[in-house]
């Protein structure tokens, strides 16, 4: 498999800069097992860093990341700097910023407009960079954003940050932040059956030149905890198929969503890495993407198995996935 692989599901830019559509989740870097647990196990570095450079050399050019995500050893921002710095010119990191942790890996309390200055530049000095490609900021709850939103745009002026998104937000908070600065991205929690209620606003996004990124895409409710490999019926059918794993039709299904949506699945696994890269170039069929939209939305699924088959293709390079996508939380 080469990086020729990654064109096929295409380009998308954040702001003034142009990523591939299936990116790479750095969530699952620091640990082996669940994430943002205090008492994780941490990864070796050697793995983690062979991973990392492995995506880049797959064509990977979109990474997700943040801070909080740590182990007791590792820092998935420091494995960053330390497996791709210096960075390759059209490498977009993207990193977020409300939540934290203490040392032990306990949660804080979501940071005050005061102290997000400060978790940029934690994120700045762990990257080794002069700038941030893009910042979303990360909230809880449905009150207003302005003042937090506000201090990132402030930021934005002063050169310290590229571009801003937002994650696990709704409609109207996308709406507030926009009448401020310009907004590039949204990151929330979506995949089948996970969240269907968010169809409108990934159709909102799109009309509005703004991409939409899921997390947990693959994982679903597992969370940080990984995909709990309890597929449906109907996904393991259109898996068999295309030659592919359920974690592929996953991908799949959330890139056809539209042009605007990104993947950022994570893994410390090279082979599943190579595999995600590889679900960019599975097409599903009309017939194969209404099935899967009947489980998506709860319905019942008419005249059982999918009519047509595959589009195109024949079978998905790569093999099973088995890792979660890389998410914010």
Not at 285 to 291: C, D, F, K, Q, R
């Amino acid at each position: 498999m080469t990086s020729q692989t990654i064109t096929a599901a295409g380009t998308w830019k954040l702001g003034d800069r142009t990523v591939h559509r299936i990116g790479f989740g750095a969530m699952r870097l620091a640990q082996s097992g669940e994430a943002l647990v205090s008492d994780a196990v941490p990864r070796d570095r050697g793995p983690a860093i062979d991973v990392l450079r492995r995506a880049v050399d797959l064509g990977v050019n979109h990474i997700d990341t943040a801070a909080f995500y740590f182990s007791p050893l590792r820092s998935a921002n420091e494995l960053i700097n330390r497996a791709l710095a210096p960075y390759p010119e059209d490498l977009v990191i993207a990193t977020k910023v409300g939540p934290g942790r203490d040392p032990s890996g306990e949660w804080l309390p979501h940071a005050r407009p005061e102290q997000l200055r400060g978790q940029v530049e934690e994120n700045l000095r762990q990257l080794g960079r002069d700038h941030l490609d893009v910042v979303n900021l990360r909230i809880v709850g449905t009150g207003s954003i302005a003042e937090r939103f506000g201090v990132l745009a402030e930021l934005r002026q002063a050169g310290l940050v590229r571009h801003l998104g937002l994650s696990n937000v709704r409609p109207h908070h996308l709406a507030e932040a926009r009448a401020i600065a310009p907004v590039v991205c949204v990151q929330n929690m979506y995949g089948i059956g996970v969240q269907p209620e968010q169809d409108e606003f990934l159709r909102t996004c799109g009309e509005q030149g703004i991409a939409f990124v899921p997390f947990y895409s693959i994982a679903g409710t597992g969370r940080q905890a990984g995909a709990g490999g309890d597929d449906s019926a109907e996904v393991l059918e259109v898996a068999r198929a295309h030659g592919a794993s359920a974690a592929q039709v996953r991908l799949a299904w959330t890139l056809q969503r539209g042009p605007h949506v990104l993947a950022i699945p994570g893994t410390g696994d090279p082979a599943h890495l190579a595999a995600n890269v590889a679900a960019g170039a599975l097409r599903l069929s009309p017939a194969e993407l209404a099935l899967l939209d009947s489980v998506h939305h709860g319905r019942p699924v008419p005249g059982g198995p999918v009519q047509g088959g595959p589009v195109q293709g024949g079978p998905v390079q790569g093999g099973p996935v088995q890792g979660p996508g890389g998410g914010p939380e």
